[in-house]
């Protein structure tokens, strides 16, 4: 057992001998990534690692196990492979449209999703995420995300095969495949979890389990409670009276990331399942995978180096394979998780709770203040930007932004609670409340698009919402993310109160079952999921042929109306898109001075008009307008 030393050289030679011999022959191609990614994988794992006195063992094994696993890589793999190298911002195209959905709720089966591929090539998809569906516990399983192994698909759904299958069909649909990488827990049912608890050599530290409660109280002391309802602090009893460690639900308890072996144990499950076709990972939950007495054991430095070390193993057995953060932490954080060596996608939940803030209020000065400040990204990564999610809707808001607009940051949220939990006067919204506390009146929203915007209610502006909600994702850049129903309009389903392991779970309100009535009506212009999908549907053509919404650059441009959030997609030449989109309830005009920067003549590219800029420009109430744009014309 050696400890890494600070040669590089010489531990580099060890590793690829190592690797050599456990792996067999190393390709030239591996060959050449190793050299150009062993570096950073040595200094990261040397600050993670370099104390352990297997460290250079531990990595060893880390790098063989990438080269064994590109040596198994289907060819059809290493082909896609070689086309991301060749284009590595492939994903910063403005033809990436992505949806979600959970598989038994949308299809039943792996085999019914494949089903549905004509469906998806029909609304113009490139990215399916498909929700947790690997083996879990029976009953209560967080929807998922308490995973009793990364190799199982849940039986229900169908086999991994299927999945691997499935993903191949998508490739050549032109559709790549996404799932969740549970990272910072396992279920209390996986394989590791069992040996942990008895004590089995090699797996006693995958966990953390302590004998009494002298370490979980001095933890407790620094770090937050998030599930109280489900249990007090962060730890839970075992039987026998240890404590582990975890972060959520009692039955998904948090992996030790300072233990190396819990490090090679997921990279192989991810290198696994990038064999598989799974071409991006969300990493969930990733603000929490580092633990340190007396901090809040979130966001720590080490978080960021594990993620940049999984990311040079990804580099070398599986270069196309994508990381995106789910980092639902301040907004000044979510960014630090995002750059091509660490999470070259993120979801944009900032936006999204702003999307939402500014309909409410009917004041798009928060989300306009956000685009201005807190959009842009290193080049070679993208926002995935969303209406809404399989999971709750949180205030994300920085409490600074919202004093300088002289809001009063915790009675705002309070106040967005109660719009969307339909409590306010004049709410037009039907959402759900999550883990509401009555003593300090904290709480989350869930509910689907339709009936957070109104047409579950009946308001005659919910549809406007619901498709101006979608335009501002479509057109701020980055990959628009739909949560599949939303595009036929598919309410609340409130039959979860029936289901003994759903009735805790107030998110089950907006993860509604496939309406095939619902799909059927899609082509109906006499029904409301007619309406919004023909109108999603021309959003999503228009988007898809407009080239100035590829990557994710924005210049500032104000209208000096709170209502209009306005900003433009820079173009080539001199041209590009103004985005204006009204959130109030009347309609506004902008005046000809605002867009006298502007040559007098625009393009509408919605409606294919010519526009004159110098008449100034009229939205709707819920309106808004995509206007190709080109500079006065020099004097």
């Not at 067999?24 to 990534?33: C, K, M, T």
């Not at 998809?125 to 083996?135: A, D, K």
């Not at 990804?314 to 980092?327: C, D, I, N, Q, V």
């Not at 990204?377 to 808001?397: C, E, K, M, Q």
């Amino acid at each position: 057992m050696t400890q890494l030393s600070d040669d590089t050289a010489a531990d580099m030679a060890f590793v690829r001998t190592v690797a050599g011999e456990v792996a067999g022959a190393l390709d030239d191609d591996f060959e050449s990534r190793f050299a150009v990614h062993f570096p950073t994988l040595h200094r990261l794992f040397c600050e993670l690692y370099g104390e352990h006195t297997n460290g250079r063992e531990a990595l060893a094994d880390v790098v063989a196990l990438a080269a064994a696993s590109w040596n198994a890589r289907p060819v059809e793999l290493k082909a896609r492979d070689a086309q991301r190298e060749a284009a590595p911002d492939w994903f910063l195209s403005e033809r990436m449209l992505g949806a979600v959905c959970y598989v038994d709720r949308f299809a039943g089966t792996l085999a019914g999703v494949r089903e549905q591929i004509p469906y998806f090539q029909e609304l113009g998809l490139t990215y399916l995420h498909l929700m947790p569906l690997f083996e879990s516990p029976e009953g209560n399983s967080d929807g998922g995300y308490a995973v009793s192994s990364y190799r199982r698909v849940d039986p229900a759904l169908g086999s991994m095969d299927e999945l691997g299958a499935l993903a191949a069909d998508l490739r050549l649909a032109g559709i790549s495949l996404v799932v969740d990488f549970i990272f910072n827990h396992t279920s209390n049912e996986h394989e590791w979890a069992r040996k942990a608890v008895a004590g089995e050599p090699g797996f006693e530290d995958f966990y953390l389990i302590f004998p009494d409660r002298t370490m979980p109280d001095a933890y407790e002391k620094t770090v937050r409670e998030i599930f109280p309802d489900d249990h007090p602090g962060s730890f839970v009893q075992l039987p026998d009276g240890r404590w582990i460690w975890a972060t959520f639900y009692h039955f998904q308890w948090d992996l030790n990331y300072a233990n190396p072996a819990v490090f090679r144990a997921m990279a192989g499950e991810m290198l696994f399942l990038a064999n598989q076709g799974v071409e991006i990972l969300r990493m969930d939950a990733v603000a929490f995978i580092w633990k340190q007495l007396g901090t809040p054991s979130e966001s720590l430095p080490e978080a960021h180096l594990l993620l940049r070390a999984f990311n040079a193993v990804l580099r070398m057995g599986a270069p196309s394979l994508l990381f995106k953060s789910e980092a639902i932490v301040h907004p000044d954080e979510v960014i630090q998780y995002i750059s091509p060596e660490e999470c070259q996608l993120s979801y944009n939940p900032l936006q999204m709770a702003l999307t939402w803030e500014a309909l409410a209020t009917r004041d798009a000065r928060m989300l306009q203040q956000a685009l201005e400040r807190r959009h842009g990204l290193p080049p070679g990564t993208a926002w995935v930007n969303y209406v809404r999610s399989h999971d709750d809707i949180g205030w994300t808001f920085a409490d600074e932004d919202a004093a300088e607009l002289g809001l009063a940051a915790y009675d705002h949220r309070r106040f967005l609670n109660e719009f969307y939990v339909g409590r306010a006067p004049g709410t037009f919204a039907r959402g759900v409340p999550f883990q509401e506390n009555p003593k300090t009146g904290d709480a989350r929203v869930t509910g689907t698009t339709a009936s957070l915007a109104g047409i579950e209610a009946g308001d005659p502006a919910g549809e406007d919402r619901v498709i101006l909600a979608h335009a501002i994702a479509m057109s701020t850049g980055g990959i628009p993310l739909i949560y599949l129903g939303d595009e036929v309009a598919q309410p609340n389903d409130y039959a979860f109160r029936d289901d003994p392991h759903e009735a805790g779970d107030t998110r089950w309100v907006h993860r509604p079952r496939r309406s095939v009535a619902r799909y059927a009506q899609r082509t109906d212009a006499a029904t409301t999921a007619g309406r919004v999908f023909a109108r999603m549907t021309e959003l999503i053509a228009v988007r898809q042929a407009t080239p100035e919404f590829a990557g994710n650059e924005l210049i500032d441009f104000f209208t000096g109306i709170a209502s209009v959030l306005s900003f433009q997609r820079p173009g080539v030449g001199g041209a590009g898109v103004l985005v204006l989109a009204n959130v109030g309830d009347e309609p506004v005009h902008i005046d000809a001075l605002t867009l006298s920067g502007f040559a007098g003549e625009a393009h509408d590219i919605l409606t294919g008009s010519a526009i004159d800029l110098g008449a100034g420009v009229q939205l709707p109430a819920h309106g808004f307008a995509w206007l190709r744009v080109t500079a006065p014309p020099s004097s």
